[in-house]
């Protein structure tokens, strides 16, 4: 069974950095999409960025572009989120999912698509 687990998660002001990650278990992960959603009270979750494991290949939504970096290490089995220039209405929680079988096309932003899902860790951005 897959497992996720997030972590570094907090609380920091407006204009600063966060790091996430997300440790995967259970399988092996090279056909794998691994990505990032957030939810903020009240608020649908919505996606953040994806990463293809077996190529790296990157997927970002509109409002983080070049402001956050999502990236992997193959040998621990981790997922990355670097998050800079974090604004108050970045405040949510950030969940790690995987999807199996992902070969490319345009719908890396589906939740549905995910089939595994970690706790979530919270990040407050305070102004």
């Known amino acids: 069974q897959v497992q996720l687990v997030e972590s570094g998660g907090g609380l920091v002001q407006a204009g600063g950095s966060l790091r996430l990650s997300c440790v995967a278990s259970?399988?092996?992960?090279?056909?794998?999409?691994m990505g990032w959603f957030r939810q903020a009270p009240g608020k649908e979750r919505e996606f953040v960025a994806a990463?293809?494991?077996?190529?790296?290949?990157?997927y970002y939504a509109d409002s983080v572009k070049g402001r956050f970096t999502i990236s992997r290490d193959n040998a621990k089995n981790t997922v990355y989120l670097q998050m800079n220039s974090l604004q108050p209405e970045d405040t949510a929680i950030y969940y790690c999912?995987?999807?199996?079988?992902?070969?490319?096309?345009?719908?890396?932003?589906?939740?549905?698509?995910?089939?595994?899902w970690g706790q979530g860790t919270q990040v407050t951005v305070s102004s």
């Open positions: 999912a995987a999807r199996v079988g992902y070969y490319g096309g345009s719908n890396y932003f589906l939740k549905n698509e995910y089939a595994y």
């Open positions: 259970g399988r092996t992960f090279s056909n794998y999409l």
């Open positions: 990463i293809r494991w077996s190529t790296g290949s990157t």
